[in-house]
């Protein structure tokens, strides 16, 4: 177990970057604390598969340094590092049997047989595989070759890190839930330090006790999941995380109120002059339909998701979300909406401003 | 549930049923036909049973041709299948180089049989060839018109020179198909280079190599023109291979009955051959299952 | 009046693919085929498409036997979950491609391709190549060559698979809006429960090459015919628990028993298999008649205003989605409620008898 710091960290793909816009990761400082299970989430193209194979040793980056327990490793190859990975194809000695598959590790670093043996036997526990110990790698579905992959990592006692690149994506929906659930409680039994790859907020969220959000080579936050929910730093968390996303109102700030359309709708916190772009955010969960209290929408279309319904909506010329529970009657009466003033956020220029208490 | 039974896909496959029998069959015929007659000519045939096939059975010629033939090919492809994968092995991935690199090993496969034995029938000659004339220079004694050991070694230096660019090829193919998540995985478990080729780079290749393996066995199993052209059989029989040893028999000595049964029981044995290999790739593949 | 599969089936050697099906789709419709990976849902569609012949049965289009029908000769567009598009064509030539086969003129086919083009959000990049395009973009390219054709029959198997997850959620919004326009029949394939929520329509759901279920999507989730329908719709998976009925009595184990009310009173003694979905669990006592259960907590997990929370119930595996933000201690025991008006109730082979009482009222 290590912690690892990102000092000054950036990478480019290009020779003699120039502008900031030829770095494929901006500049970053991060410590990724020792235990912690974390994941990077953003879409694809956001730079956080580059940053894993930066901290996996796979690539050098082009600026700044990565420690692990304050030991430089910028220069080290991956064999050095003392990580695991398991990537989004699952990757499996196919010839070797799943005790085998589970040694290699061990014995390529030439650890003793007896050794090799109790701790194959302890991993395969861990990962539930003890029955299948014997079989041939090849012809196992795509989860147990998943959690093979995962058990080559944990194998090795001294790892520093377990990195996971969307290990999930060949997975089936009623497997995802099995896998997901098992590493967090291999993570909750053994505290080792993860971090996880993915686009998808479910998997990150539920995966994550800290979630590092990525939008174009820049971390636009770092939270826990309740967090970047609640307070989003930055318009695209708000987008990005929670389905449907944060519903994004231009609005003009004046202390307390804003101002939409010549409307009035109350914050629970005061403002002072705001420059730029100046628009509030607010979930859909925090918005709510009445037939008179509140601000004139108009319906456009219900969704009955099962658990909830999603209704699409006009508000003042922009489209907005709202999330009624799964009995809820929505008939044409209902043509206002109120928002909880204490879950409205505001945004200038994209992040949040704070205000002061009102 | 009923199954309905329907003849009509019979008529689709009705088209290559005779071009089949146009191109195979009735050649073939024509050998089964002299195999068990006799003829001293002018169209006149007499019954000759099984009597060839027993002679060329108890031939010690064939059977000398045969293990000729078999030591060959076992020595060619015990040199171009390793060779051809370490080829491949140290080709470059991608790049500017990759396609250098193809388009160089492509070379020797786009050059005809008689023009490869045409070339080394020169290069080799001790008197006007760069390779003999520098060998016999430097005290090794070679000239494979007379020395055995020349000559074999003339004719699977050729080979090799020839076909193992197609083995590399293949074997190349089917590493570019592992994705490179495999080798950082081994990179993370600290596998060895030999590790990596063993559990990685040759399961993957398995398929592509039995079709390499299977291809130049075959194609060298039939040899003719190369040996033919540069050491035409000699010195003596010792690099007459089998299909070398059909042509002497049925064209140089008109032996067509003796001809007709060897070559029928050259196609038997090639047969033979073929299916084994194709119970054997078809049991991996069962093997292996969808995977 | 539209698509009828009648009684059709595929067997390949002793595989049964699909087991003798039938069907109606009708005419500006979305149907979604809801299932796991290898319960045929590829395979029903290839069927339906003509691009397999059944091996018994009668497929008929507006009530002409289409059945041995090659697919070139029918109106028929197909979408992948790989991006298939021509690399070397522009994206306007790539969706007027179709049009050119049909022999349309140049005029029409240009009026066309912008129409589409517009409709997919993709008039800016009609003259860049698939490539140069996002995965997104990409898509929406090959879903718009699928709907230039005008088919009748629109075949999407898991378009939204490769997608990132926001992309995907933005498409499957849009998706029902483009079909509303087309008149089309559409089959949707998915693995993804909330998918099929999301598209509405209706969904049949699959299991090992069987339909367990076809009909209005918000219908097939509140009522499912049967276990194995309700655990093919239902992401998380539904929770079961055996219970067993005496006299006026439902036992619920743990010394819970419920007054069977309603429509349960007539069911007979015997034991059953309740069924129950995972935001129908409670971490407090939410209505007076809410039966509690002690639970271990194994794991929790997260989504920043909701927490699902994972139990093991004497040998049973439940999970709870729950609202807002628990710290609850794991490894312990915790009290969980549930309302009985939530629970469904099976048979012990798998046929539902008593639907929950909730989904009646809905």
Known sequence: MAKITLDNLAHSYLPNPKGEEDFALKELNHEWTDGEAYALLGSSGCGKTTLLNIISGLLKPSQGRVLFDDRDVTSAPTAERNIAQVFQFPVVYDTMSVRQNLAFPLKNRGADAAYVAERVQTVARMI???????RKARGLTADAKQKISLGRGMVREDVNALLFDEPLTVIDPHMKWELRTQLKSLHRQFGHTMIYVTHDQTEALTFADKVVVMFDGRVVQ?????????????????????????????????????????????????????????????????????????????????????????????????????????????????TRVTFDPARVNVYANDWRVTGEAA | MEKTVNQKAWLLVLPVLVLVAFSAVIPLMTVVNYSVQDTFGNNKFFWAGLEWFDEMLHSERMWNALGRQLL???????????????????????????????????????????????????????????????????????????????????????????????????????????????????????????????????????????????????????????????????????????????????????????????????????????????????????????? | MALVLDGISKVTGAQTHIHPTSLELHKGTMNVLLGPTLSGKTSLMRLMAGLDKPSSGRLLWHGEDVTGMRVQDRKVAMVYQQFINYPSMTVYENIASPLRLMGMSAAEIDSSVKATADLMKLTPMLSRKPLELSGGQQQRCALARALVKNAGLVLLDEPLANLDYKLREELRV???????????????????????????????????????????????????????????????????LSISKTGNKLLFGDGQSVAAAGKLRELADGRYVA???????????????????????????????????????????WVGLIHGVHDLELGQPIDVYLDPSHVYIFAEDGKLVVPAAYAMAA
């Not at chain 1, 914050?267 to 008179?292: M, Q």
């Not at chain 2, 950082?184 to 559990?199: G, H, L, M, P, T």
Request: glycine share 8%; hydrophobic share 45%; proline share 5%.
């Open chain 1, 128 to 134: 539930d595989m003890e029955a299948e110990l014997d």
């Open chain 1, 222 to 334: 770092i939270g826990t999941p309740e967090e970047l929910f609640e307070t989003p730093e930055h318009t695209f968390v708000g987008y990005f995380i929670g389905s449907p996303g944060m519903n994004i109102i231009p609005a003009r700030i004046e202390g307390n109120r804003a101002h939409v359309n010549g409307s009035l709708i109350q914050l629970a916190r005061a403002y002072g002059k705001l420059d730029g772009e100046v628009v509030i955010g607010v979930r859909p969960e925090y918005a709510k339909l009445s037939d008179k209290d509140g601000l004139p929408v108009r319906i456009r279309r219900v969704e009955d998701v099962g658990r909830h319904k999603i209704v699409r909506a006009e508000f003042f010329g922009n489209d907005i979300n709202i999330i009624a529970k799964e009995g809820e009657a929505i008939g044409s009466e209902m």
């Open chain 2, 72 to 291: 060959f090919s076992a020595i060619i492809l015990a040199i171009e299948v390793p060779l051809g994968i370490l080829v491949a092995l140290s080709m470059p991935k991608r790049g500017f180089w990759a396609s250098v690199c193809l388009v160089l090993m492509a070379l020797p496969l786009l050059i005809p049989w008689n023009v490869v034995g045409t070339i080394w029938q020169i290069f080799g000659r001790v008197d006007i060839g760069l390779l003999g004339y520098t060998l016999e220079n430097l005290g090794i004694p070679y000239n494979y018109t007379q020395h055995l050991f020349a000559a074999w070694a003339t004719v699977i230096v050729m080979d090799v020179w020839h076909w193992t660019s197609l083995v590399a090829l293949l074997a190349y193919a089917g590493l570019q198909s592992i994705p490179d998540a495999y080798y950082q995985a081994a990179k993370i478990d600290q596998a060895s280079r030999w590790s990596v080729f063993r559990y990685i780079e040759l399961p993957k290749m398995q398929g592509v190599l039995m079709i390499a393996i299977l291809l130049r066995f075959m194609d060298s199993f039939m040899i003719y023109t190369e040996p033919f052209v540069v050491t035409g059989g000699g010195p003596g029989n010792s690099t007459t291979f089998l299909s070398i040893d059909l042509v002497k028999m049925a064209l140089g000595q008109f032996d067509l009955g003796p001809a007709a049964a060897f070559s029928i029981m050259y196609f038997l044995v090639i047969l033979l051959i073929c299916w084994v290999f194709y119970t054997v790739m078809t049991n991996l593949e069962k093997r292996d299952g969808v995977s």
């Open chain 3, 174 to 240: 849009e998706i029902p809006k483009i079909f509303e326009e087309s008149g089309a029949i559409f089959v949707y394939a998915t693995t993804e429960p909330e998918e099929a929520l999301l598209l509405g329509g209706n969904t049949a759901t699959l299991w090992e090459g069987r339909i367990t279920q076809f009909g209005p999507t918000p219908e097939v989730y509140r009522k499912p015919i049967d276990a194995t329908t309700a655990r093919v719709f239902s992401d998380p998976p539904m929770n079961f």
């Open chain 3, 275 to 317: 069924g129950f979905r995972p935001n129908h669990v409670e971490v407090v006592r939410h209505t007076a008649d809410a039966m509690k259960f002690t639970a271990l907590l194994n794991v929790t997990e997260i989504t920043g205003s909701e927490t699902f929370i994972h139990l093991a119930h004497h040998g049973e595996k």
